[in-house]
């Protein structure tokens, strides 16, 4: 039978993540016993199932109670709040700003807590926000739960992403984290359908608290939220030895095969070493600039198409519904390129290829005219950046080493790019429309600057795996015990990054 175990594990068990060349993977290993590749793929089929959809749901209920105001705003929120002037972009720039500060905080707290209670504490509390936010009176009291919003939003994201790390390989990452990463683009859908079904409840609720519109979106949008927050501990574990849909031989497997690749144990803590070697490492500020920029288009589109279309010409029902489709398209497109980039064991390529879809829809969104041209061209532009989120985000994760430096990691690469919401915002000015050139050349920059840094990466990782495979960079190990050469982690001469 084939095994999975490396025959050299014990001689290489202090090497860092990835270490490991993908052929030394063939023969028995002498530190624990074999398991053969069917038993393997039963484990990680079992963890999908249990792992992926529950962890999209609570993704696409987050970023859909993130951008719920969007749909709010052409469904009276602007004339009720008093929106005039810049307040709504005021009000969605602070949650990005509150978002990004919590991010890595968020993500150690996580590391210590566990994912299985934190994750699904942090969910109930933006449903709890989405829900009050159905009952606020004046501008400064939006303010107020965006605030809060970004405060239980900011470690969602990066939790999720260090959380599905810790129980699939690098090979395996790209593509799980592109499905729920692509409950985003679902969540547009969703949004797009909920908000025009919601809008449309007659007017209810005690006297002073008439719920009606849009303060329905937000109120039972929240309410779901809630529920599968509630739901969330009993189907997720706090680590692959504790879940429950696995064999003791399989809850083995699982935490074995994880532990041998990232050569760390599941339960280190974090130190600040871990830290320091999560923001100095050039390949996450590849990352980090690039889902900056890609961040500028997702969040753009996702808190402002309903706007875009309605400016187009279609009417705010029909500009909901007008979403959906584009929604779909962007969520489909993602999952499929994470699957083929994790089959072929590369990122940096698929991120540099879809940007040219991105720079060709903004291109003809500021320069193109016809609504039925620019209506496709919002596609171009949804379906090319969606991808670059999971991409640049398992990028990351991927070519960082041990549990503790890849929640640091996730943590800031997500935190870095969180600030092109917050420019994403500001793109889409009321004084810029109705034809919005300025965003529009905005996003188009974004668009080829992410193709320049996804091309950058890919030469930067090529040249760094090439000085490492002729030894020059094997003065490194010079005088360290053997657990300081294991602490290494991607500045281990042996470390290969993925492309």
């Known amino acids: 039978m084939a095994t999975i175990q490396d025959a050299d594990e014990k001689q290489q068990g202090c090497l860092p993540e990835a270490v490991v060349s993908e052929d030394s993977k063939s023969s028995d290993s002498v530190e624990s016993p074999s398991w053969t590749v069917e038993e393997e793929t039963v484990v990680r089929r079992k963890l999908d199932r249990q792992l992926v959809p529950m962890v999209t749901i609570l993704y696409l209920l987050c970023f859909l109670d993130r951008i719920n105001i969007g749909n709010a705003r052409i469904q009276g929120m602007t004339e009720d709040l008093n929106l005039i002037g810049y307040r709504f972009n005021i009000a969605t720039s602070i949650f990005y700003v509150i978002y990004l500060l919590v991010e890595v905080p968020s993500n150690i707290l996580l590391k210590r807590i566990g994912p299985r209670w934190y994750i699904p504490a942090l969910v109930f509390g933006f449903g709890?926000?989405?829900i009050a936010t159905a009952f606020v009176k004046t501008y400064e009291q939006l303010i107020g739960v965006r605030v809060l919003l970004g405060v239980?939003?900011?470690?969602?994201?990066?939790?999720?992403?260090?959380f599905l790390s810790s129980f699939y390989k690098r090979e395996e990452l790209y593509f799980r984290v592109g499905i729920y990463v692509s409950s985003a683009s679902l969540a547009g859908a969703f949004g797009g359908l909920l908000a025009a079904g919601f809008s449309q409840i007659p007017e209810w609720g005690v006297a002073g608290s008439r719920l009606h519109t849009w303060r329905n979106i937000f109120f039972f949008e929240g309410i779901l939220t809630v529920i599968a927050a509630a739901v969330a501990p009993f189907i997720l574990p706090q680590t692959p030895d504790t879940s429950k849909v696995l064999t003791a031989r399989e809850r083995w497997i699982a935490a074995e095969r994880?532990?041998?690749?990232?050569?760390?144990?599941?339960?280190?803590?974090?130190?600040?070493?871990?830290?320091?070697?999560?923001v100095t490492n050039i390949n996450n500020y590849v990352c980090a600039a690039g889902f900056f920029f890609i961040n500028i288009t997702v969040q753009g589109l996702s808190v402002f198409l309903p706007t875009i279309l309605t400016e187009i010409g279609y009417r705010s029902l029909t500009a909901q519904y007008y979403s959906v489709p584009v929604y779909v398209a962007a969520s489909?497109?993602?999952i499929a390129v994470g699957y083929i980039?994790?089959?072929?064991?590369?990122?940096?390529?698929?991120l540099a290829v879809f940007t040219f879809l991105g720079i060709t829809g903004f291109g003809l969104l500021r320069w193109g005219t016809g609504s039925h041209l620019k209506y496709a061209a919002v596609y171009l532009c949804a379906v090319g950046a969606f991808p670059g989120g999971p991409g640049f985000l398992s990028w990351g994760i991927n070519n960082a080493a041990g549990p503790s430096v890849r929640a640091v990691s996730s943590g800031y690469i997500v935190s870095l790019g969180t600030a092109g919401g917050i420019l994403a915002?500001?793109?889409?000015?009321?004084?810029?429309?109705?034809?919005?050139?300025?965003?529009?050349?905005?996003?188009?920059?974004a668009q080829v600057v992410a193709l320049f840094l996804s091309t950058f990466g890919i030469l930067y990782c090529l040249r760094e795996n090439r000085i490492r495979a002729r030894g020059g960079r094997d003065h490194r190990l010079v005088g360290l015990t053997e657990e300081e050469k294991a602490d290494l982690g991607y500045r281990h001469p042996d470390f290969r990054y993925i492309i």
């Open 425 to 445: 915002v500001w793109a889409y000015l009321p004084s810029d429309g109705p034809n919005f050139p300025i965003g529009h050349s905005i996003n188009f920059a």
């Open 341 to 350: 980039s994790d089959k072929t064991r590369m990122r940096g390529i698929y």
């Open 152 to 162: 239980f939003e900011g470690g969602t994201f990066p939790g999720i992403a260090f």
């Open 128 to 130: 709890v926000v989405s």
């Open 332 to 334: 489909l497109i993602a």
């Open 258 to 278: 994880i532990r041998l690749e990232h050569k760390a144990s599941a339960h280190e803590k974090v130190e600040f070493r871990h830290v320091k070697r999560a």
